[in-house]
């Protein structure tokens, strides 16, 4: 039997340390879905498409990964997609209360999803997407914090703002 994982987030954009949590879920997993949320309350700053390209460019042509996007609640599709477990990167202290909260709400939403988490690296403690965004808006250099075409499109968008 696969075991499957469902690793959901903004990615808005990915960073180098979603890219971090994905390497190492691969090495439990035998499939890992990159799950983009369609429907959070954040104003995107990337469409969903781009958040595919940027993701799949990140990871490669690795036939374990799939990159799709969701609408709706987390839990049902994970039920959906047939999995049971889902992946999220802890940093430090800020992320450990609305983690719980969530995994909370979707174990009692879904009594069959189990939510574990994997703590980012400490070169990737700091990086949040929100964060990497407010840098880049304000020209700040992001070089090792999100993937190359990440950086290239930032800066882009960054530009034609300006
Ligand atoms: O990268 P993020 O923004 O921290 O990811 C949060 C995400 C997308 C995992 C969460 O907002 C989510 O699951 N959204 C889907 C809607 C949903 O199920 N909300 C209730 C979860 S308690």
Do not use: C, W
């Amino acid at each position: 039997m696969t075991k499957l994982a469902i690793y959901p987030g903004s990615f808005d954009p990915i960073t180098n340390g979603h890219v971090d949590i994905l390497h190492r879920s691969l090495a439990m997993f035998d499939k890992v879905v990159v799950a983009i949320a369609e429907n959070v309350r954040k104003a995107p700053l990337f469409t969903i498409e781009e958040r595919k390209r940027h993701i799949r460019e990140a990871v490669g042509n690795d036939p374990r990964v799939e990159v799709d996007a969701f609408e709706g609640l987390l839990h049902e599709y994970v039920k959906k997609r047939g999995a049971r477990v889902v992946v999220r990167g802890l940093r430090a202290l800020a992320d450990f209360e609305y983690e719980f909260q969530l995994a909370h709400m979707n174990r009692r939403l879904g009594g069959q999803m189990e939510t574990i988490f994997l703590m980012t690296s400490e070169k990737d403690f700091f990086v949040s997407s929100s964060l990497v965004k407010e840098v880049a808006q304000f020209g700040g250099d992001v070089t090792g914090l999100v993937p190359p075409l990440v950086q290239q499109e930032l800066e882009q968008k960054v530009r034609r703002s300006t």
